[in-house]
């Protein structure tokens, strides 16, 4: 499953508006189906199968909760390696999700150029 998670500025919406709503997300949501379309036809020519999906959310609980529906054995999460002062804060999606998950993960650096 390639997954991508668009996070909303505000998680929990209002009463009034359905979960997952977030139109200010609308604009990235073309360019998210096309970035996990991509990586899963890279994994599909190496032979995987591979399906996609993309989510509005929390990022950690919304891979967490991916992971938990598809029985997944491994999560593989991307990680910038850059430390902000929100991350210092409130820790990386990558932390969260290793900390927290019922499976294996895999934090999956970004190749530094030199």
């Known amino acids: 499953m390639v997954l991508h998670v668009l996070q909303p500025v505000d998680t929990v919406p209002p009463p009034e508006m359905a979960p997952g709503y977030a139109p200010e997300l609308e604009d990235d949501k073309q360019p998210a189906y096309a970035f996990v379309e991509r990586i899963a036809a890279d994994l599909r020519r190496t032979g995987f199968a591979a399906q996609t999906s993309v989510r ?3 990022v950690t609980d919304t891979i967490l909760d991916r992971a938990v529906e598809w029985r997944a054995d ?3 999460v991307g990680s910038h390696g850059q430390r902000s002062i929100h991350d210092f804060l409130l820790g990386s999606v990558a932390e969260s999700v290793a900390r927290r998950a019922g499976c294996s993960v895999a934090i ?3 190749a530094v150029s030199k």
């Open 74 to 76: 491994l999560i593989a």
């Open 56 to 58: 509005v959310g929390d």
């Open 108 to 110: 999956v650096r970004e």
